[in-house]
């Protein structure tokens, strides 16, 4: 009797053991500062939240497609300015709330009210009404055929919300996604518990941990130890030979939509010359940048467009590495002797370490560059809103932003009428090959206008435990989807 009770009890405990593992702990290196996309410039949120909590009328998948979000379809008419929208049926928030053609209505009016406090307002801009049909029905009219439009909505700025959660959305989300918000502990982590009653497909963890960890030492620690399971946008790239070479780890490379640019104050004196603009780009070695602050990984780039788009025009060479020429632009805008500016840096790797590489760079042709490292939330305030910066680095992992050019008051101050009618042409163009042409130009526009700094796409690296798949590989926009992560075994 004893003999069989302690069998029955090891097999019991083996069976316990070998039980499918169902939570995951993912290192992210920025905290977002607040936990709602709809209001701030912030990437981190959607790292956290972007198809995890919340959830758009479209969406993005890893390809960067554009596929049904809580819209499961949707009729254009002829003209192109009316988008009808049907609902999917019984979706509720995490407060238990329906999700109906109110919310959207709600969502989309407060993203384009003249008060909003969306990062991307511009996205909206076009929208002339949104009418609730009935309450699986939504109708949205814009004043001038958008091709863009299904492709705005899945932007994280374009996300539903509800009337009733809004006022506490940015310490506690409330969304429509696979997985509830649950707890955040600042400085630390934030932490999802599945969804029970989400419409869609249940995903396979019960539970998901974002880990917080801004320093690349500490990241590489805390993967060889395994205290996180996998960290997404691993930002020591000099240590992924190690982990390639570990059976316990699987190492994935992809593509961002991030372009890494010096951002340059186009309205600070004396860089709102273009000659001086056009100096500096010539005195930066882009190759220098990449394998210094990024140890190879990622791609030169002449322009705010990314490389592996079809549209895309190879401009590096319109910018090339030449310090007698920066020097010598210098002298004719007047700067013989060159120049003090700021350079205002935030905390992702690209960013600090190619940060200190640019200023010794930009030293060889007479720039001198006072150097302050920001935290995010700084960072923001100081730089994107406050607009107080002559230089600055971050990468620009929206998809397909080039528009932001067109936008005078945003952070980097660049004004050209001729380009803004050019987006205007572009957004109300349907046809491919014209599409085409005109993205052809708007990239050549902002390479002779020298608006920024331009250095290089964003790779993405992604270390994780063997056992895990269904991590995205490439970064169409800033998020880590854990909608289709499991472990093996």
Same mark, same amino acid.
């Given at each position: 009797?004893?003999?069989?009770?302690?069998?029955?009890?090891?097999?019991?405990?083996? @069976?316990?053991?070998? =039980?499918?593992?169902?939570? *995951?702990?993912?290192?992210?290196?920025?905290?977002?500062?607040?936990?709602?996309?709809?209001?701030? =410039?912030?990437?981190?949120?959607?790292?956290? *939240?972007?198809?995890?909590?919340?959830?758009?009328?479209?969406?993005?998948?890893?390809?960067?497609?554009?596929?049904?979000?809580?819209?499961?379809?949707?009729?254009?008419?002829?003209?192109?300015?009316?988008? @009808?929208?049907?609902?999917?049926?019984?979706? @509720?928030?995490?407060?238990?709330?329906?999700?109906?053609?109110?919310?959207?209505?709600?969502?989309?009016?407060?993203?384009?009210?003249?008060?909003?406090?969306?990062?991307?307002?511009?996205?909206?801009? +076009?929208?002339?009404?949104? !009418?609730?049909?009935?309450?699986?029905?939504?109708?949205?009219?814009?004043?001038?055929?958008?091709?863009?439009?299904?492709?705005?909505? #899945?932007?994280?700025?374009?996300?539903?919300?509800?009337?009733?959660?809004?006022?506490?959305?940015?310490?506690?989300?409330?969304?429509?996604?696979?997985?509830?918000?649950?707890?955040?502990?600042?400085?630390?982590?934030?932490?999802?518990?599945?969804?029970?009653?989400?419409?869609?497909?249940?995903?396979?963890?019960?539970?998901?941990?974002?880990?917080?960890?801004?320093?690349?030492?500490?990241?590489?620690? #805390?993967?060889?130890?395994?205290?996180?399971?996998?960290?997404?946008?691993?930002?020591?790239?000099?240590?992924?030979?190690?982990?390639?070479?570990?059976?316990?780890?699987?190492?994935?490379?992809?593509?961002?939509?991030?372009?890494?640019?010096?951002?340059?104050?186009?309205?600070?004196?004396?860089?709102?010359?273009?000659?001086?603009?056009?100096?500096?780009?010539?005195?930066?070695?882009?190759?220098?940048?990449?394998?210094? =602050?990024?140890?190879?990984?990622?791609?030169?780039?002449?322009?705010?467009?990314?490389?592996?788009?079809?549209?895309?025009?190879?401009?590096?060479?319109?910018?090339?590495?030449?310090?007698?020429?920066?020097?010598?632009?210098?002298?004719?805008?007047?700067?013989?002797?060159?120049?003090?500016?700021?350079?205002?840096?935030?905390?992702?790797?690209?960013?600090?370490?190619?940060?200190?590489?640019?200023?010794?760079?930009?030293?060889?042709? +007479?720039? !001198?560059?006072?150097?302050?490292?920001?935290?995010?939330?700084?960072?923001?305030?100081?730089?994107?809103?406050?607009?107080?910066?002559?230089?600055?680095?971050?990468?620009? @992992? !929206?998809?397909?932003?080039?528009?932001?050019?067109?936008?005078?008051?945003?952070?980097?101050?660049?004004?050209?009428?001729?380009?803004?009618?050019?987006?205007?042409?572009?957004?109300?163009?349907?046809?491919?090959?014209?599409?085409?042409?005109?993205?052809?130009?708007?990239?050549?526009?902002?390479?002779?206008?020298?608006?920024?700094?331009?250095?290089?796409?964003?790779?993405?690296?992604?270390?994780?435990?063997?056992?895990? !798949?269904?991590?995205?590989?490439?970064?169409?926009?800033?998020?880590?989807?854990?909608?289709?992560?499991?472990?093996?075994?």
């Amino acid at each position: 009797m004893t003999i069989r009770l302690s069998l029955a009890a090891l097999l019991l405990s083996g @069976t316990t053991a070998l =039980a499918q593992q169902t939570d *995951l702990t993912i290192g992210l290196q920025l905290e977002p500062p607040h936990l709602d996309p709809t209001s701030a =410039a912030a990437g981190a949120i959607d790292s956290v *939240l972007y198809s995890n909590v919340f959830e758009g009328l479209t969406r993005f998948t890893e390809t960067g497609a554009v596929v049904p979000g809580l819209a499961a379809s949707w009729d254009i008419s002829e003209d192109g300015t009316v988008y @009808t929208f049907t609902l999917r049926d019984g979706v @509720t928030f995490h407060d238990g709330t329906a999700m109906d053609a109110e919310d959207v209505v709600f969502s989309l009016d407060r993203a384009r009210a003249e008060d909003s406090q969306n990062a991307q307002k511009a996205l909206f801009a +076009g929208i002339e009404s949104v !009418e609730a049909v009935d309450a699986t029905t939504v109708a949205v009219t814009l004043s001038a055929p958008d091709g863009n439009f299904l492709f705005n909505m #899945a932007w994280g700025d374009a996300v539903i919300v509800a009337p009733e959660s809004i006022d506490g959305i940015k310490q506690t989300p409330i969304g429509t996604g696979p997985f509830k918000f649950a707890e955040w502990r600042q400085g630390d982590s934030i932490r999802l518990e599945q969804n029970p009653d989400y419409w869609g497909e249940k995903p396979a963890l019960s539970e998901a941990t974002f880990k917080f960890i801004s320093d690349p030492t500490a990241a590489f620690a #805390a993967m060889m130890a395994q205290d996180i399971d996998a960290f997404a946008g691993f930002p020591a790239p000099e240590n992924l030979p190690q982990f390639e070479a570990d059976p316990r780890f699987n190492v994935l490379v992809g593509s961002t939509e991030g372009e890494t640019i010096l951002s340059t104050n186009n309205k600070m004196p004396p860089l709102d010359n273009v000659l001086v603009r056009q100096a500096i780009a010539h005195a930066i070695d882009r190759q220098a940048i990449v394998d210094g =602050a990024m140890f190879g990984l990622g791609t030169p780039i002449g322009t705010h467009f990314a490389p592996h788009n079809p549209d895309y025009v190879d401009l590096t060479g319109q910018s090339q590495y030449d310090p007698e020429k920066a020097r010598a632009l210098l002298a004719e805008a007047g700067f013989a002797d060159g120049f003090t500016t700021t350079l205002k840096l935030p905390p992702p790797s690209y960013a600090r370490r190619g940060g200190e590489i640019i200023a010794a760079q930009l030293r060889q042709v +007479g720039i !001198e560059t006072e150097i302050t490292n920001l935290e995010w939330a700084q960072w923001l305030e100081e730089v994107f809103r406050g607009k107080d910066f002559g230089l600055t680095i971050v990468s620009h @992992t !929206e998809p397909f932003d080039i528009g932001i050019y067109a936008r005078p008051d945003y952070y980097f101050q660049y004004d050209n009428p001729a380009f803004q009618t050019l987006m205007e042409t572009l957004g109300a163009t349907a046809d491919p090959a014209e599409r085409s042409a005109l993205l052809a130009e708007a990239q050549q526009i902002i390479a002779d206008d020298y608006v920024n700094g331009y250095l290089f796409q964003l790779a993405f690296p992604t270390v994780a435990d063997a056992r895990i !798949e269904g991590l995205w590989q490439n970064a169409p926009t800033q998020a880590t989807d854990l909608t289709g992560v499991r472990w093996t075994e």
